[in-house]
T-cell receptor
Framework: KQEVTQIPAALSVPEGENLVLNCSFTDSAIYNLQWFRQDPGKGLTSLLLIQSSQREQTSGRLNASLDKSSGRSTLYIAASQPGDSATYLCAAFSNSGYALNFGKGTSLLVTP | KAGVTQTPRYLIKTRGQQVTLSCSPISGHRSVSWYQQTPGQGLQFLFEYFSETQRNKGNFPGRFSGRQFSNSRSEMNVSTLELGDSALYLC????????????FGSGTRLTVV
C-alpha cells in the first residue's frame, strides 16, 4: 500500500524567502506525482504534474522534482509571497488502483 | 473552459438519512474520482469511474456508492448517514487517468447532525 509523507507539517516564513517542501512515498512504482494547493474550505488546485519519466517540472516561481529511486519529491517555491499561504499536498498515482494517494499536507504561512 | 462542477456546495443532513452528491467533469474527461477529506484522516479515495465502469473502490463501507452516466457526469450516494460521514467530498476528473493528472472541483461540504 502506497504511503505518502509530507514534511514539515507546518511552515512559517517571512515574505521573500525561498522554501522547499518535501514529499516521500514508499512505492516507487508510480505513474506520476502531482502537487496541489488547497486554500481553507476550498477544493484542490493543481500546481504541477510530474510524469514518472520526468525529473522535474517548472511553472513560474514553482519547481517540482521527482526521484523515483529514493521515493522523494520536492516542491521549491522561489521568492515567497503572502498569497502563497495555503496547504500544499502531494499525491502519488500508482501503477494500479486508478487512485491518488495523498500526503497530509504542509500548511504554509508567508508573513509580510 | 468550465472546470469540475460539484453540487450542492453545502448540505446538512440528519443521522440515518441518505444523500446524493453530483459531479460534472470537464468536457471530454472520461475518468471521475471521488475523495473524502476530514481533518483527522486527510484525503481518502472513495472510487473511480471510467466510461460508466467502476475501476476501483477505496476502503469504505457499502453505504458509500456511486455511478457514472454516459455523459461522464457522476453521482455518489451515502445511505444511513453517520456523524462520522461529515466531511468535504471532492470530485476529480481526468482525460483517462494515469498520465493526465487530475482536476478537482470545489467540493461538497456535508454536515451530519
Amino acid at each position: 500500500k502506497q504511503e505518502v509523507t509530507q514534511i514539515p507539517a507546518a511552515l512559517s516564513v517571512p515574505e521573500g524567502e525561498n522554501l522547499v517542501l518535501n514529499c516521500s512515498f514508499t512505492d516507487s512504482a508510480i505513474y506520476n506525482l502531482q502537487w496541489f494547493r488547497q486554500d481553507p474550505g476550498k477544493g484542490l488546485t493543481s500546481l504541477l504534474l510530474i510524469q514518472s519519466s520526468q525529473r522535474e517540472q517548472t511553472s513560474g516561481r514553482l519547481n517540482a522534482s521527482l526521484d523515483k529511486s529514493s521515493g522523494r519529491s520536492t516542491l521549491y517555491i522561489a521568492a515567497s509571497q503572502p498569497g502563497d499561504s495555503a496547504t500544499y499536498l502531494c499525491a502519488a498515482f500508482s501503477n494500479s488502483g486508478y487512485a491518488l494517494n495523498f500526503g497530509k499536507g504542509t500548511s504554509l504561512l508567508v508573513t509580510p | 473552459k468550465a472546470g469540475v462542477t460539484q453540487t450542492p456546495r453545502y448540505l446538512i443532513k440528519t443521522r440515518g438519512q441518505q444523500v446524493t452528491l453530483s459531479c460534472s467533469p470537464i468536457s471530454g474527461h472520461r475518468s471521475v474520482s471521488w475523495y473524502q477529506q476530514t481533518p483527522g484522516q486527510g484525503l481518502q479515495f472513495l472510487f473511480e469511474y471510467f466510461s460508466e465502469t467502476q475501476r476501483n473502490k477505496g476502503n469504505f463501507p457499502g453505504r458509500f456508492s456511486g455511478r457514472q452516466f454516459s455523459n461522464s457526469r457522476s453521482e455518489m450516494n451515502v445511505s444511513t448517514l453517520e456523524l462520522g460521514d461529515s466531511a468535504l467530498y471532492l470530485c476529480a476528473s481526468s482525460l483517462a487517468g494515469e498520465n493526465y493528472g487530475y482536476t478537482f472541483g470545489s467540493g461538497t461540504r456535508l454536515t451530519v447532525v
